[in-house]
């Protein structure tokens, strides 16, 4: 028998995270190559009294603290995903992000040119502060803004190369297929093609910002909800609440590992390893 066939997704995963790093890598250390050539060749046209090393400062502290910035953006972004039904209730969050992010990428960008410049022997002034700062911030929130797409885009390719789980809706004439408050059913759409996956098949369930992913198989599926209200639609005699972003199916349960101070460590059937904390122990302790 030949080798079943792995997805995108599957061929992508193991490396994802180098992706993800080294895309960052590139595009930011090759924006500063690129505007530190293109501002030495403009000031020697324009005739300034710059040295060819003062450009490349600028614009190679600029992007090295975008560098640093990525990880607080993505879970920033994370934390108050961006949609087309929400997106003006978090804009105001987001303007406000760009404000704060702007402060700390030139605070920390002038602490970069003054080390620089006092390695060449030189000081560094980066002028009246607010009106520079101001000149600077409309520069990094068009950044900021850049950066969330980008962002933004990547989790999209992946929710579509992964697959991103759905209730199934009521249909239109004729009773529901399966029952509406206790779903044995999930709509899973990917790459244009939907599936269904069974309830009993998901091993446990994990709180994502606005989603909650659903593990089936080594698969992890968003669904749009909250963990409350998934929790209210799944059986309580199969899943139960171990821990304010985790729900697991009790079927999958291998083990239980007492943990200190009440707390302990769940282990499942396929090797998995989830947190109990202390205020679910004894809900979780009542039906094993």
């Not at 895309?23 to 060749?41: D, E, G, K, P």
């Not at 060819?52 to 614009?59: F, K, L, Q, T």
């Not at 410049?117 to 000081?123: E, L, N």
């Not at 990547?154 to 809706?169: K, T």
Request: some cysteine.
């Amino acid at each position: 028998m030949s080798p079943p066939k792995t997805s995108a997704y599957e061929r992508i995963l193991p490396w994802k995270r180098q992706i993800e790093i080294g895309f960052w890598v590139v595009y930011l250390l090759s924006n500063a190559t690129i505007n530190s050539i293109t501002v030495v060749m403009d000031i020697r046209q324009a005739g300034l009294h710059y040295a060819d090393w003062e450009p490349v400062v600028w614009e190679w502290s600029s992007s090295l603290l975008w560098l640093a910035l990525i990880w607080p953006m993505v879970w920033f972004t994370r934390r108050f995903p961006l949609h087309w039904d929400t997106w003006q209730r978090q804009l105001p969050r987001y303007l406000l992000a760009s404000v704060v992010f702007s402060l700390v990428h030139v605070a920390g960008m002038i602490g970069l040119r003054i080390l620089a410049y006092r390695w060449m022997g030189r000081d560094y002034d980066f002028g009246d502060w607010w009106d520079t700062w101001s000149y600077e911030y409309l520069k990094d929130a068009r950044s900021f803004f850049v950066l969330v797409v980008f962002i933004e885009a990547w989790r999209l390719l992946v929710l579509r190369l992964q697959g991103e789980a759905s209730m199934l809706d009521v249909p239109d004439e004729g009773p529901p297929v399966q029952p509406i408050d206790r779903p044995e059913r999930f709509l899973v759409r990917k790459l244009g093609r939907d599936f269904l996956v069974a309830t009993t098949d998901i091993e446990w369930i994990q709180a994502a910002g606005n989603y909650v992913n659903l593990h089936v198989r080594g698969h992890d599926y968003p669904l749009r909800s909250t963990m409350a209200a998934i929790e209210a639609r799944l059986d309580p005699a199969r899943f139960v609440r171990i821990h304010r972003s985790y729900l697991v199916n009790l079927e999958r349960i291998a083990s239980i590992e007492p943990l200190e101070g009440g707390e302990a460590r769940v282990h499942l059937r396929d090797g998995a390893r989830l947190p109990c904390s202390r205020n679910y122990r004894a809900r979780l302790n009542a039906v094993v």
